[in-house]
């Protein structure tokens, strides 16, 4: 056994990183440009998904964009120009698909991450990017470091700090604008 965690750590890097060879820079590019182009921003996930879905609704916020998360109480309607941003890794959950009909009945663009995108919820979505890691759903972890769906919730996070770089230069916000619409209340 090792003395330090630079090893596994480096493993459970590669794992995530490898999921990166398979999703081309257009996929960035053009969910940028919705982001980008969004009157509102609403981002739902469930479990770990959830939670790097909302983080990357803070980083949103944090560039002066209208983002929020499903179910809070201060979530606003979606409406036309507004977009719902959905993960489903596995490809499907019922309540996903729920909130995507709803999305898309009112008028607003919805985009799906998936690990495996599935006709169902693709079919309901505006752009679907697919992110190709191990998830929940998937058998065996063989000599995997990463345990059950973290490879996917991985590299749900780095997609979503690379999605902020882009949209950081896009919209031309610098990291002091960012900094002073972060929270005092900490």
């Known amino acids: 056994m090792s003395t330090t965690l630079q090893d596994p750590a480096h493993k459970a890097c590669e794992e995530i990183a490898t999921v990166f060879a398979e999703v081309p820079v257009t996929a960035l590019e053009t969910l940028a440009e919705e982001i980008g182009g969004a009157r509102r921003i609403a981002v739902h996930g469930v479990g770990r998904e959830g939670?790097?879905?909302?983080?990357l609704a803070m980083r949103l916020y944090h560039l002066?964009?209208?983002?929020?998360?499903?179910?809070?109480?201060?979530?606003?309607?979606?409406?036309?120009?507004?977009?719902?941003?959905?993960?489903?890794?596995?490809?499907?959950?019922?309540?996903?698909?729920a909130l995507m009909g709803v999305a898309r009945g009112a008028g607003a663009r919805v985009a799906l991450l998936t690990a495996q995108p599935?006709?169902?919820?693709?079919?309901?979505?505006?752009?679907?990017?697919?992110?190709p890691?191990?998830?929940?759903?998937?058998?065996?972890?063989?000599?995997?470091?990463?345990?059950?769906g973290s490879a996917y919730e991985g590299a749900l996070f780095v997609?979503?700090?690379?999605?902020?770089?882009r949209l950081r230069e896009r919209l031309g916000a610098d990291e002091a604008a960012m900094r002073a619409r972060h929270t005092n209340l900490e």
Not at 51 to 55: G, I, V, Y
Not at 133 to 148: K, N, Y
């Open 51 to 55: 939670l790097m879905l909302r983080a």
């Open 64 to 97: 002066g964009l209208d983002a929020s998360v499903v179910g809070d109480m201060t979530t606003p309607p979606l409406g036309h120009g507004d977009l719902l941003l959905a993960s489903a890794g596995p490809g499907h959950f019922a309540t996903v698909e």
């Open 118 to 131: 599935e006709p169902g919820l693709g079919a309901l979505a505006h752009n679907v990017v697919r992110l």
């Open 133 to 148: 890691a191990r998830t929940m759903a998937a058998a065996g972890a063989g000599d995997a470091v990463l345990p059950m």
């Open 159 to 165: 997609f979503g700090e690379l999605l902020v770089r």
